[in-house]
T-cell receptor
C-alpha cells in the first residue's frame, strides 16, 4: 500500500530534550515536506526536500532541522524543543512534476512541557 | 507570495442537505493546482478533490464538486446529500506548477453535520 509512515503518533517531552520524528514513504517520491498544524493557523510548512541531500526552509523553520540521506526518509529533528513547538506535525510527499497533491502521514501530536 | 483564504471558520448542515464551503486565493501565476483536503477527528489528511487551473471544467468526485472561477480566484467546495461522515475540518490548498513549491493551505473550515 502506498503510504507515508510517521512515528511516533504521540509524544510528550520536556523542554530541551532532543527528539526526532521519523517519516518514510514507499512511493519513490522526490519531494517531501514537513508541516505543523496549529488551531486557527492551518498548516504551515517547516522544511522541504526536493531530493536526496537537497533541503530548504519553509515558512516556519526556526528550531527545527531535517536531513535527507535516503530518498524514502525525511526525519524532523528538534534539537532543543520548547513549549511553543507543541503542535500537530505532518510529513507529506509527492512526485515532483506530479499534480496529484500530497500524500500525508498520520500526524504526530507533540507536547513539550 | 500566494495566499489562501477560507472566510468561514465554521459551517453546519443537516443530513441530506447541500453545503458550500468558500475559498479564495491570491496569485499572479496562470498555471497552478487547487485542492480540498478533509481532516476528520482521526486527523488524517484526506484528498477530496483537485482542480487544474488550465481546465475550465469543474472537478467532480461523487457528492463533492467545485465551483472554480479563475478570474475571481475563487474555488468553492459543494457537498451534496451531506452525511454524518462528512463532519470534519476542510482545508483549501494551492500549489504552483513550478517545481519544488509548497502546498499552501487556508486556515480551514470546520463542518458539522446534524441528523
Amino acid at each position: 500500500e502506498a503510504q507515508v509512515t510517521q512515528n511516533p503518533r504521540y509524544l510528550i517531552t520536556v523542554t530541551g530534550k532532543k527528539l526526532t520524528v521519523t517519516c518514510s514513504q514507499n512511493m519513490n517520491h522526490e519531494y517531501m515536506s514537513w508541516y505543523r498544524q496549529d488551531p486557527g493557523l492551518g498548516l504551515r510548512q517547516i522544511y522541504y526536500s526536493m531530493n536526496v541531500e537537497v533541503t530548504d526552509k519553509g515558512d516556519v523553520p526556526e528550531g527545527y532541522k531535517v536531513s535527507r540521506k535516503e530518498k524514502r526518509n525525511f526525519p524532523l529533528i528538534l534539537e532543543s524543543p520548547s513549549p511553543n513547538q507543541t503542535s500537530l506535525y505532518f510529513c507529506a510527499s509527492t512526485a515532483e512534476g506530479g499534480d496529484y497533491g500530497y500524500t500525508f502521514g498520520s500526524g504526530t501530536r507533540l507536547t513539550v512541557v | 507570495a500566494q495566499t489562501v483564504t477560507q472566510s468561514q471558520p465554521e459551517m453546519s448542515v443537516q443530513e441530506a442537505e447541500t453545503v458550500t464551503l468558500s475559498c479564495t486565493y491570491d496569485t499572479s501565476e496562470s498555471d497552478y493546482y487547487l485542492f480540498w483536503y478533509k481532516q476528520p477527528p482521526s486527523r488524517q489528511m484526506i484528498l477530496v478533490i483537485r482542480q487544474e487551473a488550465y481546465k475550465q471544467q469543474n472537478a467532480t468526485e461523487n457528492r463533492f464538486s467545485v465551483n472554480f472561477q479563475k478570474a475571481a480566484k475563487s474555488f468553492s467546495l459543494k457537498i451534496s446529500d451531506s452525511q454524518l461522515g462528512d463532519a470534519a475540518m476542510y482545508f483549501c490548498a494551492y500549489r504552483s506548477s513550478q517545481a519544488g513549491t509548497a502546498l499552501i493551505f487556508g486556515k480551514g473550515t470546520t463542518l458539522s453535520v446534524s441528523s
